[in-house]
């Protein structure tokens, strides 16, 4: 794991890793929500204030969006 981003409301966690992977984690119950892999190790990632957008850089330098909506009632 190579970094972690704490979403503004608190309940969930986004954890950019070299395994290519960004994970979507509860953080009342420690359990995985989603899954997102990318062309290249994530080395960086961050939740905007909307709790919906997550920014993460890959080791080639690309910057990837992702939009969060629709994962929990």
């Known amino acids: 794991m190579n970094a972690v981003a704490i979403a503004p409301d608190g309940k969930t966690a986004v954890s950019a890793s070299s395994d290519r992977t960004l994970k979507l984690w509860d953080l009342a119950t420690g359990g995985v929500l989603a899954t997102f892999t990318g062309e290249a190790p994530m080395i960086s990632c961050a939740v905007a204030d909307d709790g919906v957008?997550?920014?993460?850089?890959?080791?080639?330098?690309?910057?990837?969006?992702?939009?969060?909506?629709g994962l929990r009632d």
């Not at 957008?53 to 909506?69: Q, S």
């Open 53 to 69: 957008t997550v920014v993460a850089g890959d080791w080639l330098g690309g910057v990837n969006f992702l939009r969060l909506e």
